[in-house]
Nanobody
Framework: QVQLVESGGGLVQAGGSLRLSCAASGSIVYINAVGWYRQAPGKQRELVASITWRGSTNYADSVKGRFTISRDNAKNTVYLQMNSLKLEDTAVYYC?????????????WGQGTLVTVST
């Protein structure tokens, strides 16, 4: 069973930076893609950034130029570097991964990590 564990959230002042990590564990053969999503109170979950196994990236317009997604395939870990944080970046951040384990295709979500941006 594949599991994802996010870490790195916390409280930061506007303009500051945080780096989130998403570590995958289990009988992973390969991971096709990983996405970081966020959900603010009262809002729908939205895609923030994604990265494929080969390293192709995609970003929401709201974070382009401020956030960077990267991955360490050897560690099955994906990072989200968040710079120039704004109040509106406050949300619970989740990672999602899809790929193949030793038996079948999988798609899993992490438990989420809270990012709070303050004035």
């Amino acid at each position: 069973q594949v599991q994802l564990v996010e870490s790195g959230g916390g409280l930061v002042q506007a303009g500051g930076s945080l780096r989130l990590s998403c570590a995958a564990s289990g009988s992973i053969v390969y991971i096709n893609a990983v996405g970081w999503y966020r959900q603010a109170p009262g809002k729908q979950r939205e895609l923030v950034a994604s990265i494929t196994w080969r390293g192709s990236t995609n970003y929401a317009d709201s974070v382009k130029g401020r956030f960077t997604i990267s991955r360490d395939n050897a560690k099955n870990t994906v990072y989200l570097q968040m710079n120039s944080l704004k109040l509106e970046d406050t949300a619970v951040y989740y990672c999602n991964a899809e790929g193949h384990d030793s038996l079948t295709f999988f798609e899993v979500w992490g438990q989420g990590t809270l990012v709070t941006v303050s004035t």
